[in-house]
């Protein structure tokens, strides 16, 4: 159940699946590594805001987009509110090489079962992603 006094942010969360990584981005002066994606604006569903996040954080262009599941991460507080992340996760298949833009400090190449310092979030939803790959390709 949603919690009134907790905000949702609409946010449009991205997958790029190589086979062999996944692109993770990290945000400048943060150690943790997030999945690309953003908050959409009021005028945007969450897949346009997964695809333009995607361009601005990486360069990379969607050739391709799928949505997997929805997800809602942990309350926070944030400038005197509690909010909470409301996430539409996306299959990109992008075209390009990617490079960190704007506020990303630099990309990763995750494989998955490697060590790697990851977002609450992101450890959730790569989770779910990996547990049930199989039934999201078609």
């Given amino acids: 159940m ?19 990584v996944i692109i993770l981005v990290g945000l400048k002066n ?8 953003g ?6 569903t ?7 996040e995607l361009s601005e954080e990486t360069g990379l262009k ?6 997997l599941f929805s997800y809602v991460g942990e309350p926070y507080q944030y400038k005197n509110n509690w909010v909470s992340n409301s996430h539409k996760v996306f299959l990109i298949t992008a075209e390009g090489s990617p490079s960190p ?9 995750y494989k998955p ?3 790697t310092k990851l977002s609450n979030s992101t450890n959730t939803i790569l989770e779910k992603y990996l547990r049930d790959k199989q039934y999201f390709s078609s």
């Avoid at 919690?3 to 062999?20: A, E």
């Avoid at 833009?101 to 190449?109: A, D, F, L």
């Fill in 113 to 115: 079962g490697e060590e």
């Fill in 46 to 52: 969450r897949r346009q805001a997964a695809i333009r």
């Fill in 101 to 109: 833009r704007n506020e990303i400090g630099h990309i990763k190449y």
């Fill in 62 to 67: 969607a050739s391709s987009v799928i949505y």
């Fill in 2 to 20: 949603i919690n009134p006094k907790v905000k949702q942010r609409r946010r449009g969360t991205v997958i790029v699946d190589t086979n062999k």
């Fill in 39 to 44: 908050g959409a604006e009021f005028y945007e």
């Fill in 30 to 37: 943060q150690e943790s590594l997030l999945l690309p994606g």
